[in-house]
């Protein structure tokens, strides 16, 4: 089974894992998966690793355009304060 298990930091840099690359433009983070390596659109699992900056905070992750060849990723913080944090990345191909 094809997958993929990869941190991306707040600054859109692959920190961890392969197969994978990303690009962020300050507000949307595009993850492009190697070339042929998902024939169908996976499943994607994405989190906000808040402990990169020693505190505690409330933030979402939406995928957008996600397909076999890759998606889009947008954090939003909910309690208002300007913190960023890394992403937990975890696609899988579907069963």
């Known amino acids: 089974m094809q997958q993929i298990i990869g941190t991306i930091s ?6 961890s ?5 990303c690009s962020y433009d300050g507000s949307v983070y595009v993850i492009i998966f ?3 390596y998902f024939s169908a659109t996976p499943v ?11 505190i505690t905070y409330t933030a979402s992750v939406s995928v957008h355009n996600a397909g ?3 998606f889009s990723l947008s954090v939003q913080n909910l309690n208002g ?3 960023k ?5 975890f696609v899988s191909a579907s069963i």
Do not use: K, P, Q, R
């Open 34 to 36: 190697a070339d042929n």
């Open 44 to 54: 994607i699992i994405a989190t906000v690793d808040t402990s990169a900056n020693n």
């Open 17 to 21: 894992g392969s197969n994978f690359s």
């Open 68 to 70: 076999y060849t890759g």
């Open 10 to 15: 707040a600054e859109g840099a692959v920190t």
């Open 85 to 89: 944090g890394g992403i937990n990345l």
């Open 81 to 83: 304060e300007n913190y």
